[in-house]
Nanobody, 114 residues
């Protein structure tokens, strides 16, 4: 059974930081491209960042320079370090694993508000 379990979300003030984690089981983690998407009510999910099996990272323009994606293949975990958070970063953040097929986690809420 494939499981992607996100953690690390919460409420933070503008300008603050959060680190999301996604623990993965049930797949050969180190051959999957891992990603983070986000979704706000009434909008489609959008790609935030991805990292290939080789460690090549890509970012959406709206997070470049603020967010960093990384992976630990020994621990089957992918991370999203989020710095300089803005209110518009408020969303449910989802972890994904793609080879294909594509697997999704259940999501974790990130709220940025003063």
């Amino acid at each position: 059974q494939v499981q992607l379990v996100e953690s690390g979300g919460g409420l933070v003030q503008p300008g603050g930081s959060l680190r999301l984690s996604c623990a993965v089981s049930g797949i050969v983690f180190n051959i999957y491209t891992m990603g983070w998407y986000r979704q706000t009510p009434g909008k489609q999910r959008e790609l935030v960042a991805s990292i290939t099996r080789y460690g090549t990272a890509n970012y959406a323009d709206f997070v470049k320079g603020r967010f960093t994606i990384s992976r630990d293949n020994a621990e089957n975990t992918v991370f999203l370090q989020m710095n300089s958070l803005k209110p518009e970063d408020t969303a449910v953040y989802y972890c994904t694993a793609r080879n294909p097929p594509l697997y999704w986690g259940q999501g974790t809420q990130v709220s940025v508000s003063s």
